[in-house]
């Protein structure tokens, strides 16, 4: 998360069985959007966690996080994903 050009990688983790989770964002998103931002996904996040919707949580997530990614880093055509979106699972 921490190899591309505009530093701008977001990581969702999501820890299941131990009934955790975090985001965090490189330095490139983080100084456009702030601590305020990261506390309020992860306010949104947790009131579906807490109503058992943890799919509705992390695409809730995932929407916020890509409407401000959308906003500061803007797609721009032909360029290369620097970072996989390869979903990792321990099971």
Known sequence: MYETQE????????AHEDQ???IF????IHSKI???FWD????EMLKH???HK???GVLEAIQLTGDQ??????YISGKENELSDDIYDKG
């Open 69 to 74: 990614l959308k906003t500061y880093f803007p």
């Open 40 to 43: 309020h996904a992860k306010k």
């Open 25 to 28: 964002g490189d330095q490139g």
């Open 49 to 51: 966690f807490k109503s």
């Open 20 to 22: 955790k989770f975090a």
């Open 54 to 56: 943890i799919l509705a």
């Open 7 to 14: 530093r701008n990688g977001i990581l969702i983790y999501l």
């Open 34 to 36: 702030g601590h305020d």
